[in-house]
């Protein structure tokens, strides 16, 4: 079983940017989704960005022009460059991937804090 481990998160001004990292311990190469969600707590988790393993990307129509998620499968990572940052970006944001015929992994997630 691979896990999955973010870094990058910490507390950044409104108008700010922030690039998270997630880390895999083994290839990435069998997923076909990676990508990145978040969660403020007490309330659902939500899709902010995904990545197939041919390129193709998806966000939410919030972050749409502002985040850019990016793959690296030599090095085991998956990015998130997050700019033009707003207090309501603030949450936790899990890394996720996931495989053909099998379910998710989540990563443990890493606190995004955006001031105003």
């Known amino acids: 079983q691979v896990q999955l481990v ?3 998160g ?4 409104a108008g ?8 895999a311990s083994r290839s990435i190469f069998s997923f076909n989704r990676m990508g990145w969600y978040r969660q403020t707590p ?10 197939t393993s041919g390129g193709s990307t998806n966000y939410a ?9 990016s793959r690296d499968n030599a090095e085991r990572k998956v990015y998130l ?6 207090p309501e970006d603030t949450d936790v944001y899990y890394c996720y991937a996931e495989r053909v ?10 606190q995004v804090t955006v001031s105003s």
């Open 81 to 86: 460059q997050m700019s033009s940052l707003k």
């Open 101 to 110: 015929g099998y379910g998710p992994v989540w990563g443990q997630g890493t």
């Open 6 to 8: 973010e870094s990058g």
């Open 10 to 13: 910490g507390l950044v001004q």
């Open 16 to 23: 700010g940017s922030l690039r998270l990292s997630c880390t």
């Open 61 to 69: 129509d919030s972050v749409k022009g502002r985040f850019t998620i």
């Open 42 to 51: 007490g309330k659902q988790r939500e899709l902010v960005a995904i990545i």
